[in-house]
């Protein structure tokens, strides 16, 4: 199984700052044949569904502010938020889709200051 | 507008089986796969499987092959997953999810397994 590993665990920041969470994987999630990362960016809020973000490791799901920029390829990729706003307290995930099974992140909890 | 809408929670007995529903509206049911995932308490997310609805074709995670089944009644747009033999430690929320436009997903079963 591919393992992704997410750091940090948890992340306080205030209001206006940009954050940066990371996400490694035990494999290259690039697929050769059409050069496309099978990586997903999903945000939790609490009591809530997760909820996609960005898939292809950087392209951003429809009505998902441009705050969130996703980025990196092969093992690599980095969740940004560029303006945190309080509306993000959530637990960020990443998803490999690359193979079966699918995998997740332990996740990275993004707290307000 | 497209929703994944799944049943109640459900309180088990150690040693029985649950069996949950996610009835998909506002699109063509048999067009895209329904994936599942398990959620235990303030865990991170496992893939359990997916099923094809047209076909009926599964793929399971191997670590939950010999606990779920999936199905689907494609007659009243709803997939199904009967999760059997429950421990504790198969007490978490289980989602359903579809990777269609927006990818939406239900808004989980709370499942404890409590004698």
């Known amino acids: 199984d591919i393992v992704m590993t997410q750091t940090p665990s948890s992340q306080a920041v205030s209001a206006g700052e940009k954050v940066t969470m990371s996400c490694k994987s035990s494999q290259s999630l690039l697929y050769s044949e059409n050069k496309k990362n099978y990586l997903a960016w999903y945000q939790q809020k609490p009591g809530q569904s997760p909820k996609l973000l960005i898939s292809?490791?950087?392209t951003r799901e429809s009505g998902v502010p441009d705050r969130f920029i996703g980025s990196g390829s092969g093992t690599d990729f980095t969740l940004t938020i560029s303006s945190v706003q309080a509306e993000d307290l959530a637990v960020y995930y990443c998803e490999q889709y690359y193979d079966t099974p699918l995998t997740f992140g332990s996740g990275t909890k993004l707290e307000i200051k | 507008q497209v929703k994944l809408l799944q049943s109640g929670a459900a309180l088990v007995k150690p040693g029985d089986s649950v069996k949950m529903s996610c009835k998909a509206s506002?699109?063509?049911?048999?067009?895209?796969?329904i994936h599942w995932v398990k959620q235990s308490h303030g865990k991170s997310l496992e893939w359990i499987g997916y099923i094809n609805p047209y076909s009926g074709g599964t793929n399971y995670n191997e670590k939950f092959k010999s606990k779920a089944t999936l199905t689907v009644d494609k007659s009243s747009s709803t997939a199904y997953m009967e999760f059997s033999r429950l421990t504790s430690e198969d007490s978490a929320i289980y989602y359903c999810a579809s990777p269609l436009p927006g990818y939406p997903w239900g808004q989980g079963v709370m499942v404890t397994v409590s004698s």
């Open positions: 292809w490791a950087s």
């Open positions: 506002g699109y063509t049911f048999t067009d895209y796969i």
